[in-house]
Each structure stands twice: as structure tokens, then as C-alpha cells.
Nanobody
């Protein structure tokens, strides 16, 4: 397993931008599919975006397509989530996750390791 630490969350007005980072420990980072999930108060954790081990394939929830971009730098053991045109409904705790199995990237149960989360609050 890898250890994951998220950063970059904060308070932003609607229409603004934030860039989240997730730093991973270990020398096997490049073998993991990485995902971002979020959880709003009183709601279940939901899929936001995922990226293949090489970065060649990316996947997004419909609610963030065209506004969020996931990327990774395997040399720095880091995955990013660039969030633009933020909306109040994007508010929540954002979690970074890693998986090496063949499970579907969309489901939380497919992921082996999780970060502690970073709070994103979008004011209207």
C-alpha cells in the first residue's frame, strides 16, 4: 500500500479555481491507478475523477466534466486535481485514493489506500 496526503483545499467563491495535490509515499506509485472522490455532509462518498498508471487515460464524473482535470507526475509521486468554475455543490471533503487491482475505478471499494481528505468549500 501507499500512504497518501492531500493538500490544496480551502474556501473559494463560486466560479473560482483550486488545485488539489496528493503526495504518495513509496516507489511503486507509477503502478497505481489514482482516483479522487468527494463527500458532502450527510451524503455518501462519490467518484470525481481517475487516472491510469501512465496518465494516458482519464475518467470523470458527469458533474465535473469540462471543469475538472486530473493529472499525475510519476517522477514526483503526485496526482493533481485542477478544479475550475467551481460551484457550491462542489463543496465537500476531497479524498485521494490508489488502487492496483482490476476493480472498476468508479467504486470506492476498488481502492486499497486512502488519504485523510482535504476540505473544499465553495461559497455562492
Amino acid at each position: 500500500q501507499v500512504q497518501l496526503v492531500e493538500s490544496g483545499g480551502g474556501l473559494v467563491q463560486a466560479g473560482g479555481s483550486l488545485r488539489l495535490s496528493c503526495a504518495a509515499s513509496g516507489r511503486t506509485f507509477s503502478s497505481y491507478v489514482m482516483g479522487w472522490f468527494r463527500q458532502a455532509p450527510g451524503k455518501e462518498r462519490e467518484f470525481v475523477a481517475a487516472i491510469s498508471w501512465s496518465g494516458g487515460s482519464t475518467y470523470y464524473a458527469d458533474s465535473v466534466k469540462g471543469r475538472f482535470t486530473i493529472s499525475r507526475d510519476n517522477a514526483k509521486n503526485t496526482v493533481y486535481l485542477q478544479m475550475n468554475s467551481l460551484k457550491p455543490e462542489d463543496t465537500g471533503v476531497y479524498y485521494c485514493a490508489a488502487k492496483r487491482n482490476s476493480g472498476n475505478y468508479y467504486y470506492t471499494r476498488s481502492y486499497d489506500s486512502w488519504g485523510q481528505g482535504t476540505q473544499v468549500t465553495v461559497s455562492s
